[in-house]
C-alpha cells in the first residue's frame, strides 16, 4: 500500500506508447489529500489517463515531456524511420492477411490460439493506433506533450485494450493485472487522519480489513504521497542516466542492425504477397529453416 503512487507511473508508462493532440481544461486540485487519492481511484476505474497525468504536478509533468523530447532528440533517425516503417508492415500484414493467418493449418499448432483467435482484432486495431500516431515521427516527439498525447490517442488505446477478452488476454500486456488493480482501486476508501499545512496522513483501506496511513505532500498545490515526492529527482535522474546511450551505437552496431530490418522487412513483404495458404506457409517455413540454420 506504501507505494501506491506506483500505479500512476504504471499508467503513464502504458500511455507512452499512445499519441495524439488535444486542448481539455485542467480541473483544479483536489483541495484535501484524501479527495486528491479519490480522484485518482476515479480516473483509473473510468480509464482516463489525463486525469491520471493531472494528478501529478506541473513540474513533475514537465520533467517526464523533458525525457519525452530528449529521446527523440538523441535517437538516430535512420534507425527510428527504419524500425517504425517495419512496425507499420507488421501491422499492414496482421490487418491485410487476417483470413490467412488464422485460418492457417500452422496456427493450429500455436499454444493460444483461442486467446489469438478471440482478441486478434482488438489486437490489430491498437497496433492501427500507433502506426497513425506521432510516435512514428520522431520530429513531432522532440517537441510532444504528454498531456496532449494522453486526451485523444492514449484514449483510444486503453478504450480499444477494454474490449478484450480479459480471461482470453490474462497473458497478452498484463492486461488483466491492469484490470485487476482497477478493481481493487475502486474498491479503496479514503479518510483524511491528520493535516497540517502542506503535509497531511490519509487511512486507505482496501478489502477486508487491510489498510494502511499514507503521507500526502502538497507539492505546487496538488496532494501527491510523500514517497513519491521523495524518490522522484532520483526515479527522473536514472530515467534521464539510461537515455544517455540512446543513438550511440557505432557505425558497424548500426549496420548491423539495419541489416536485421531489412531481412524482417523481406519477410514481411513475401506475407504481404501472399495469396493462399501454401505462400504463407512457404514463407513462414522459409524463416524457420533460417532460425533452425542460425543455431
Known amino acids: 500500500m506504501k507505494k501506491i503512487y506506483l500505479a500512476p507511473v ?10 495524439g493532440c488535444g486542448n481539455q481544461r485542467t480541473p483544479a486540485p483536489a483541495a484535501t489529500a484524501d479527495a486528491a487519492f479519490r480522484n485518482f481511484t476515479s480516473a483509473i476505474e473510468s480509464n482516463d489517463p489525463v486525469a491520471v497525468w ?3 504536478p506541473g513540474s513533475y509533468q514537465a520533467d517526464v515531456n523533458g525525457l519525452l523530447n530528449e529521446f527523440a532528440e538523441k535517437m538516430d533517425a535512420q534507425l ?27 496456427l493450429e499448432q500455436v499454444p ?7 482478441n486478434y482484432g482488438h489486437l490489430v486495431n491498437i497496433l492501427g493506433i500507433l502506426a497513425k500516431s506521432d510516435l512514428m515521427d520522431l520530429e513531432k516527439m522532440k517537441s510532444a506533450d504528454l498531456g496532449r498525447i494522453l486526451s485523444t490517442t492514449g484514449k483510444q488505446l486503453i478504450a ?15 492486461i488483466a493485472d491492469f484490470r485487476d488493480m ?8 479514503a479518510e483524511l487522519i491528520s493535516e497540517e499545512g502542506d503535509e497531511a496522513v490519509v487511512r486507505i483501506t482496501g478489502d477486508g480489513d487491510h489498510d494502511d496511513e499514507v503521507e500526502f505532500v502538497r507539492v505546487e498545490g496538488k496532494w501527491i504521497p510523500k514517497d513519491l515526492a521523495e524518490e522522484w ?17 557505432s557505425p558497424q552496431e548500426k549496420q548491423q542492425v539495419m541489416m536485421g530490418i531489412n531481412m524482417v522487412n523481406g519477410v514481411l513483404d513475401q506475407m504481404l504477397a501472399a495469396e493462399t495458404h501454401e505462400d504463407m506457409q512457404n514463407v513462414i517455413a522459409g524463416v524457420m529453416g533460417m532460425m533452425m540454420g542460425g543455431f
Not at 504504471?10 to 499519441?19: G, H, P, Q, V, Y
Not at 482497477?182 to 476508501?189: D, G
Open 80 to 106: 527510428w524511420n527504419a524500425g517504425t516503417g517495419t512496425f507499420k508492415k507488421v501491422e499492414e500484414v496482421l490487418r491485410t492477411k487476417k483470413d490467412l493467418i488464422l485460418t492457417s493449418p500452422m
Open 160 to 174: 480499444e485494450a477494454e474490449k478484450m477478452d480479459v480471461e482470453a488476454a490474462k497473458d497478452i500486456g498484463g
Open 112 to 118: 493460444g490460439k483461442e486467446e489469438i483467435e478471440a
Open 233 to 249: 529527482p532520483q526515479m527522473i535522474a536514472d530515467a534521464r542516466e539510461g537515455l544517455q546511450e540512446i543513438g550511440q551505437l
Open 10 to 19: 504504471a499508467l503513464l508508462a502504458f500511455a507512452l506508447f499512445s499519441t
Open 54 to 56: 493531472n494528478f501529478l
Open 182 to 189: 482497477q478493481s481493487e482501486m475502486t474498491n479503496m476508501k
